[in-house]
């Protein structure tokens, strides 16, 4: 069966410091994979979303970026970041040919 | 890909069964409709998926008229563990757009 994992759970950082989130999938091959975030009470807002390995789709101009240097490999990055990019960080995957997403547990990020 | 436009809230007793609409007005050809639901800390859950007609698995079903316009998740009979947020966002080629969703609370 297919599982995919997220860590860290929970994450405090201050203002200006880097960040670097990482996702894995296993039990399936070249999923579409996706990064999301979910600020307090809110929906999900999709940030970045990758159909192979080093093929990266940003939805959202920030301070974020994304990397997929393996095909179940995910990562989130950010050089500096920013009291507004505190938040639910979901990382979510789909196998090809399917339209149902399966998502990780989440790592909750505190900017201070 | 198209948005999505669902009630913000709605409150229902256990035993009931509970009908959540979304509105896809914009809904393309290649465009699914999909439901998930979320507990609060927790990554949302796949409940569902129809393209039209109706689709029904063992924990919900789902209505969607001719015109793809609309559809309606039906939970039926709902317990205390149903509270939670359910959002219908269309699954085109690759993205989603989830919009706000619906926070359901169902009552003892």
């Known amino acids: 069966s297919q599982t995919i994992h997220q860590w860290p759970a929970t994450l405090v950082q201050p203002v200006g410091s880097p960040l670097s989130l990482e996702c894995t999938v296993e039990g399936t091959s070249n999923p579409n994979l996706y990064w999301y975030r979910q600020a307090a009470g809110r929906g999900l807002q999709l940030l970045f979303y990758s159909v192979g390995i080093g093929q990266i789709s940003s939805e959202v101009p920030q301070n974020l970026s994304a990397s997929r240097p393996q095909d179940r490999q995910f990562i989130l990055s950010s050089k500096k970041l920013l009291l507004s990019d505190s938040g639910f960080y979901l990382c979510?995957?789909?196998?090809?040919?399917?339209?149902?997403?399966?998502f990780g547990p989440g790592t909750r990020l505190t900017v201070t | 890909l198209a948005k999505t436009t669902q009630p913000i809230s709605m409150d229902s007793y256990e035993g009931q069964e509970v009908n959540i609409t979304c509105s896809h007005n914009?809904?393309?050809?290649?465009?699914?409709i999909t439901w998930y639901q979320q507990f609060p800390s927790q990554g949302p859950r796949f409940i569902i998926q129809?393209?039209?007609t109706k689709v029904t698995n063992e924990v919900a079903s789902l209505f969607i008229p001719a015109d793809r316009k609309s559809s309606t998740l039906s939970l039926p009979r709902v317990s205390l563990s149903d509270t939670a947020v359910y959002y219908c966002?269309?699954?085109?080629?690759?993205?989603?757009?989830f919009g706000t969703g619906t926070r359901l609370k169902v009552l003892a």
């Open positions: 979510a995957w789909r196998g090809t040919g399917t339209y149902e997403q399966y």
């Open positions: 129809g393209y039209k």
């Open positions: 914009n809904i393309a050809t290649n465009d699914y």
């Open positions: 966002p269309l699954s085109g080629t690759y993205k989603y757009i």
